[in-house]
């Protein structure tokens, strides 16, 4: 991906900041520091970057449960304080920094003072000639004395102190960041999904699981399951409560932070209450498996008993049933319910147990 040109910058050698990287914490490191400067901030401490790489990897590392590495200090952040917050897995942003500006935890404080061992000053190095190998083993201070003599780098350290140390942003390269912000948040994203993908080979839809999760679109699923209402009564499978069209939600099965898809047979209805308790959890398959084929298969028999049930499913499976191999082995015309069942298995349980095996929790309703 080419970046901007300025003709004062060296903007080649920004083009390489992401060339030798075997950790991402360059990547996340980058992306706090042009967030800073679209903030107006161009004098920026350790502790604020570092707080913005954390609150950023968040929903990668404990809703999407991503490896970040394999002995990754951010990913070990975001689980540490995951596990003493009390945060929900798709906490807002702001209220992981606020968390974290104001803790006082000295475990945490000395992970997040890892972080400051070598990035703050590595990212540079293809702005730096002749300073390779033995020259980065040094101390902070002198590392930081020997950057702020070069003349192109994008910033300079006004300050070393542990957390309190401080960097301050080129005038020219903020106006250039600013300039230039959302091209280069594109550029990040593109290293990093390189990156995630070359470290999660198994997991789907990468791509979608940079950002916190969004409320789904399912309006023409929701249709459908109200139409079935008003034929039938339709209990839904962790309680057996009968569904009204009023509390109804349309819930993922094998949770959409793993698929990053909305497909038709991983869907079914419950409660907004029971959606909200099960969040990103897996339900138990021994337990919710033969309830979910069976309101799946009742779906599939209403579907071929009444045309307006078909009409339905007609608009929803474009958007809904992307795999022609899943349609003609779930909705073609003449399935016995056993037929139907190991079928609904033969494509749910593979992406259930990948899920379960990168660490999504078993779940029962209480």
Sequence with gaps: MRLPTAPALKTEK???????MSECYKLFWFQALINKVKDGKTVVSYDELINEMIADAW????????NLGPADTLEALVHYVFN????????????IIRFL???EDRELLKMKRTLTYNVPYRL??????????DG???STKALAEKINRERHVIYYFTRISGLQSQIEIKEEWAEYIKRNYHILCGWI?????TYLQKRNPSVPGIVNKLEPPIERKLDKVKKYWKLLLEIDPVHEIYTGQLLT???MSIDHFVPWSYVAHDEFWNLHPTTKSINSKKSNQLPDWNKYFPLLSGIEYYSYQRMWEYEKVYAEFEKLQNEHVNSLEVRMKLYRQGLTKQEFTCNLEEVILPVYQAAEHLGFQNWVLE
Excluded: C, T
Excluded at 84 to 95: M, Q
Excluded at 124 to 133: K, L, N
Excluded at 189 to 193: K, M, P, R, Y
């Design 245 to 247: 069209g009023k509390d």
């Design 84 to 95: 003493v917050s009390n945060f929900k897995s798709s906490e807002k942003k702001e209220h």
């Design 101 to 103: 500006e104001a803790s």
């Design 59 to 66: 929903y990668m590392v404990s809703e999407y449960k991503l």
């Design 136 to 138: 980065w083993n040094v």
């Design 189 to 193: 994203q593109f290293h990093l999904i």
């Design 124 to 133: 540079q190095a293809p702005f730096i000639e002749g300073f390779s190998g």
């Design 14 to 20: 920004l083009s390489r900041l992401f060339s030798n």
